[in-house]
């Protein structure tokens, strides 16, 4: 695994007798050490572990520190982090070159690192019932690698780069420490939120959970495009407040797009948009415009595959709902449904 090596350990109290080792994939603590294998591993967020466990810290050139901040910018489980969280992260983070074929993650292994892409194409493979199959891909952006780390559970999918990528790696324990402690808030916080969001009704109260835990939340302001109409799409949200405008292009006589927007509809606290792009495979359908402040809960399109199966029926039925509304706004039938048109 070629990650630098050019490592040092800071702490703020006399962690530097610590020595944190990692030249090997998987960082070893020798001193203050409470791992003892794997699994055993537990974590309890009410514990300040600040303290005593020692820094990890890949020193960065400042045109690497400029490509990993640049990487890391849109990755939704760093979002709720403070400043001070935020730093201790990039600090720890290393870089990784991958060839074509080469597997970062193996289905079934231990977790060792959190990896967040620069760049490259990664296909993600989930074997079932001894058969393979092609789940997914992250197309130049995105992160992979949270689960094992945060549930102690074995690698759920293969990731093989199918190009040559680079990837900044996080190792477990920094992983666990700052991740986990900020999702233990997050479940505070969120709980009685996403509780009484009606799509997500139908899930169990751990599955909800499981989606606070890789949602990140954004701001917007008045008259911010949250998404552009005919955008690839990887993103799904759910308003947390505010209001949020659907607007649409309207057809001109000979079917031409036109340049002028027609309000749809819109979105209020507990609502849900962009998931159609999602479930069609379909670029965006329309725009959506922040009306004042709104703050959005949002997941990207590998979590929403992953945790949101038992609503998929809710918003496929829903999609009638919206070729209806587009004939009574532009009087004709729009097929909102044929994948790839
Ligand atoms: P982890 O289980 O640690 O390692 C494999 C990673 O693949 C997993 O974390 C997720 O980040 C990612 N992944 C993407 N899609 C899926 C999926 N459908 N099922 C499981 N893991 C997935
Ligand atoms: P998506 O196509 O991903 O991005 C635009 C979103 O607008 C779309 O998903 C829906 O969530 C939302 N939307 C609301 N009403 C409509 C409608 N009538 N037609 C299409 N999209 C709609």
């Given at each position: 695994m070629g990650h630098t090596s050019n490592l040092s350990v800071s702490g703020?109290?006399?962690?530097?007798d610590d020595f944190v080792d990692t030249s090997s994939s998987t960082p070893v603590i020798n001193r203050y050490s409470r791992r003892v294998s794997v699994c055993a591993e537990a974590f309890n967020?009410?514990?300040?572990e600040e303290d005593t466990e020692p820094r990890v810290v890949h020193p960065k050139t400042d045109e690497q520190r400029c490509r990993l901040q640049e990487a890391c910018k849109d990755i939704l489980i760093f979002k709720n982090l403070d400043q001070e969280q935020l730093s201790q992260v990039l600090d720890a983070m290393f870089e990784r070159r991958v060839e074509p074929q080469e597997h970062v993650i193996d289905q079934g292994d231990d977790g060792d690192n959190f990896y967040v892409i620069e760049r490259g194409l990664y296909d993600i493979f989930v074997a079932r019932d001894g058969q393979s199959r092609c789940v997914g891909r992250y197309d130049n952006h995105g992160s992979f690698g949270e689960l094992a780390l945060m549930y102690?559970?074995?690698?759920a999918a293969t990731i093989v780069a199918t190009t040559d990528g680079a990837l900044w790696g996080l190792d477990r324990v920094t992983f666990r420490r700052i991740i986990l402690k900020n999702n233990a808030k997050k479940r505070k916080m969120y709980e009685i939120f996403v509780e009484s969001v009606p799509i997500l009704k139908s899930l169990e109260p751990s599955e909800r959970m499981k989606i606070v835990d890789v949602i990140g939340e954004k701001n917007y302001k008045d008259g911010d495009r949250i998404i552009a109409q005919g955008d690839k799409a990887d993103c799904f949200y759910i308003v947390e407040s505010g209001e949020v405008k659907i607007m649409m292009k309207s057809k001109t006589k000979s079917g031409q797009e036109s340049n002028q927007e027609v309000e749809i509809t819109r979105c209020k606290r507990g609502q849900y948009f962009g998931e159609l792009a999602l479930v069609t495979n379909k670029p965006r359908a329309a725009s959506a415009y922040a009306v004042e402040d709104v703050k959005c809960l949002v997941m990207d399109v590998q979590a929403f595959e992953r945790l949101l199966g038992p609503c998929m029926d809710i918003m496929k039925r829903n999609i009638t709902h919206y070729e209806e509304q587009l004939v009574a706004l532009f009087g004709s039938s729009m097929d909102l449904r044929d994948p790839g048109k």
């Open positions: 703020r109290t006399s962690a530097h967020p009410d514990e300040d102690n559970t074995p690698r």
